[in-house]
């Protein structure tokens, strides 16, 4: 239990960005995932048994292929990119590495998934500690000393930006409701629902537009799957006919309000820009002009390279502007997919595609629609963000694929009932 609460509180302190030492690219979240990774090798070399799962085999071939990728991109960077930055690509080569290892050692033992699952608490009970300290400082409640809370008027807490924050905001909100609609006591259940409410209100806080996004897409998806679910149970009940009701009946009454729907698209418009960044106005669309602007270069950096990539690191100039710090220089896309592409080529995303595809089927078969749509949240936030180096990710992806693996024969039984 020691060490499932100590990697827990990695995982949530490696958002705290702000609180990393002095003058080092490390923080208390990175010391504490670096002495849990330091723990559990020892216990492998002392003895300890490996797991030979399927989860294990296709993380272990994933990092095999992927750190392929990225070599053979790296020479290629190294010969040919001009904007090549070697600080750049260390810290990716580490962050990768500290990835790998957290990624593997947690789905090598042989019980995996209650390990798993038992840090899954740690990290939304933690999360959520810490999610009310961060609000309980950028509200005065508690000093802040060195800490500075908000972005001009978008809350980010510990963390750098508010866009790092949202993404662990996106990830804790599902992951609280697979704990809750898998918990065998009413306790369980009742304290992963309450447990989802809190990153729901402060990625809210953070305006990210991301957040929104891939919060409204995967609700729409959990809210698709657990329909499905309530009409494979056995039985012809109420609850089955009333939903074939709502099915057949959905498509005439769609037709028949749409009159009505056209003459609210003004203010449903209205109401959808309140919740985006800045209203939907100058903010918003100066950070898609920009996003398409380094997306364009990105693709072109990656077809420069024969779509073999460029190695770790960023890749596209850095846009020019008023701005006396905007200068030439090594840029994110600001895209997983695109960042990735510039880094390890088309086979480099064809085998993070492999990996999260063949996750969420797994999930789907298994009927975790949380986690299915956990992976969903993740996956549409990484659309706009570059996320392979956050802990929490390859720890969703982890835990969905250790559960996924272990449990999906008998886990439609009782999920979510």
Partial sequence: MIRNALLGAGLVLSSASQLRLPGLPIG???LCLALWIGL??????????????SALTRLSAFWAVFALTLSIGACIGLLFDPLIDIGAM????????????????????????????????????????????????????????????????RFRGWSENPNQAALYCAVFGPLALHLAMSA?????????????????????????????GATVIST??????????????????MRYIAAVLFILAAPPTTIALLPYGIAAADEAEDFAK??????????????????????????LKGLGSASLGLGPGPHSERPTGPNPQNLPGPFEAHSTPLDLYTQGGVLGLATLG?????????????RFDALSALICSVAVFS???????????????????????????????????
């Fill in 274 to 299: 309140s919740l985006a960044k800045d209203k939907g106005g100058d903010g918003t669309v100066a950070t898609a002009n920009l996003r398409f602007l380094l997306w364009q270069q990105a693709l």
């Fill in 220 to 237: 729409t998806f959990l809210i698709g799957l657990r329909l499905r679910t309530w009409l494979a149970m056995p039985g012809y009940s």
């Fill in 28 to 30: 208390l979240g990175e």
């Fill in 354 to 366: 492999w990996l999260v595809g063949s996750t969420l089927l797994l999930t789907l078969h298994a």
């Fill in 40 to 53: 559990s090798a020892t216990r492998f070399l002392a003895g300890y048994p490996m797991a030979a799962s």
């Fill in 90 to 153: 260390v810290h990716d080569s580490t962050a990768y590495l500290l990835m790998a290892c957290v990624t593997i050692l947690s789905i090598a033992e042989p019980d995996s998934d209650d390990r798993l699952r038992q840090t899954a608490w740690f990290v939304i009970v933690f999360g959520n500690i810490g999610l009310a300290l961060q609000i309980a400082i950028g509200w005065g409640l508690l000093p802040q000393g060195s800490l500075d809370p908000w972005y001009w008027d």
């Fill in 383 to 417: 659309i706009s963000h570059f996320i392979l180096r956050h802990p929490i990710f390859w720890f969703a992806l982890a835990l969905c694929l250790a559960e996924g693996c272990t449990r999906r024969p008998t886990a439609s039984a009782h999920y979510g009932r």
């Fill in 184 to 212: 065998e006591t009413g306790f369980g259940r009742f304290s992963g629902f309450a447990l989802a409410v809190l990153p729901v209100v402060f990625g809210r806080l953070t305006k990210s537009d991301a957040f929104l």
